[in-house]
């Protein structure tokens, strides 16, 4: 299998540096590397050139194609005729060893999958209890591991406002459970949706779909809505022993203001992606956990330590929600 890995960037290039460094180490080394680089300095590509990498090529994208899908949707009409699988990674991503012969296999043992996620480490903290381990209220249960659900978990067990599928699968009403509620078992898992610095997919995938230009910039849940649109061709996996480590890097992310309007509309847009006309149920379960979020969030102004990004972010979930009901995101 020819590997083509595309790596968007813009305005990191020393994450970028140890992301690369972890690609020179891998046992199964792409066939091609294409950076697609946003940035508006030239730090990037003066990285790049001070130092030989293997079949990589650097590509300075015009402003006209900013953005965390523009830059995709680039890539992608960039890479070999003879790739079979495109991959994706976020430039403050560090590979484990093995993650792309990890990713391989999984297309080996599943033909039929048309995407393969890979599995971060670092960001939760499991434990392998058992099947016969009753979890607390404030604890979440997979397959016998364990992990700590957050206040918005807790209280939506609390008011029957759960995820009633796996992780993985969006329910009807939306706000499902993520990949990270996955566990670090080494096991391959069917889903529906895949996160997209993390993500590989066959490349024919891309002569029928491509990344949405709704979700400009940053981007937020664009993997959610090409993975669940994808999801209904085919397949999709994802493969924990596949990892990696993700370090966020503050640089290219949006104010809170914005980051709290697009988590309520693009949200929005994603949930109805997979449900077009959902149940009056689902509607009234989705608004309820909305507001349920935006209230826990709005709680932080006065408990956490940084009030006016919660102060911020909350205006923007709330303003978010009501201008949905003013212009629904087309």
């Known amino acids: 299998m020819r590997i083509s890995l595309i790596i968007c960037t813009y305005q990191r290039p020393d994450s970028l540096f140890q992301l690369l460094q972890s690609i020179v180490l891998q046992s199964v080394y792409p066939d091609e590397i294409l950076i697609v680089d946003g940035s508006v300095d030239d730090k990037t590509s003066v990285m790049i050139s001070e130092k030989h990498w293997d079949n990589l090529q650097y590509h300075k994208v015009p402003v006209e194609h900013r953005g965390l899908t523009k830059q995709r949707n680039y890539g992608i009409e960039r890479v070999s005729s003879q790739t079979d699988v495109v991959c994706f990674l976020d430039d403050d991503t560090i590979l484990s060893k093995n993650y792309f012969e990890e990713i391989i296999k999984t297309y080996d043992q599943f033909p039929n999958a048309l995407g393969v996620g890979g599995y971060i480490t670092n960001e939760v903290n499991w434990e392998f209890k058992g099947t016969d381990f009753v979890p607390a209220v404030?604890?979440?249960?997979?397959?016998?591991?364990?992990?700590?659900?957050?206040?918005?978990?807790?209280?939506?067990?609390?008011?029957?406002?759960?995820?009633?599928?796996?992780?993985?699968?969006?329910?009807?009403?939306?706000?499902?459970?993520?990949?990270?509620?996955?566990?670090?078992?080494?096991?391959?898992?069917?889903?529906?949706?895949?996160?997209?610095?993390?993500?590989?997919?066959?490349?024919?995938?891309?002569?029928?779909?491509?990344?949405?230009?709704?979700?400009?910039?940053?981007?937020?849940?664009?993997?959610?809505?090409?993975?669940?649109?994808?999801?209904?061709?085919?397949?999709?996996?994802?493969?924990?022993?596949?990892?990696?480590?993700?370090?966020?890097?503050?640089?290219?992310?949006?104010?809170?203001?914005?980051?709290?309007?697009?988590?309520?509309?693009?949200?929005?847009?994603?949930?109805?992606?997979?449900?077009?006309?959902?149940?009056?149920?689902?509607?009234?379960?989705?608004?309820?956990?909305?507001?349920?979020?935006?209230?826990?969030?709005?709680?932080?102004?006065?408990?956490?330590?940084?009030?006016?990004?919660?102060?911020?972010?909350?205006?923007?979930?709330?303003?978010?929600?009501?201008?949905?009901?003013?212009?629904?995101?087309?």
């Open 138 to 330: 404030n604890q979440f249960k997979f397959e016998g591991w364990v992990r700590k659900d957050g206040s918005r978990f807790v209280f939506r067990k609390k008011l029957g406002l759960d995820a009633d599928k796996q992780p993985g699968y969006l329910p009807e009403f939306s706000h499902g459970r993520s990949i990270s509620f996955l566990p670090p078992s080494g096991k391959i898992y069917q889903v529906e949706q895949l996160m997209g610095g993390v993500s590989s997919f066959r490349k024919e995938v891309f002569e029928k779909l491509k990344f949405s230009t709704y979700f400009e910039g940053y981007g937020l849940y664009e993997d959610a809505d090409f993975t669940l649109r994808l999801s209904k061709h085919g397949d999709l996996y994802v493969n924990t022993a596949a990892q990696l480590e993700h370090h966020h890097h503050p640089s290219g992310r949006p104010n809170q203001y914005h980051y709290g309007k697009m988590v309520v509309c693009n949200g929005w847009y994603v949930w109805r992606v997979k449900y077009s006309c959902p149940s009056l149920k689902a509607k009234l379960k989705w608004h309820a956990i909305t507001i349920l979020l935006t209230l826990i969030r709005a709680t932080n102004v006065v408990t956490g330590k940084q009030k006016k990004a919660a102060f911020t972010e909350t205006l923007g979930r709330i303003v978010g929600w009501f201008s949905i009901f003013v212009k629904k995101p087309q």
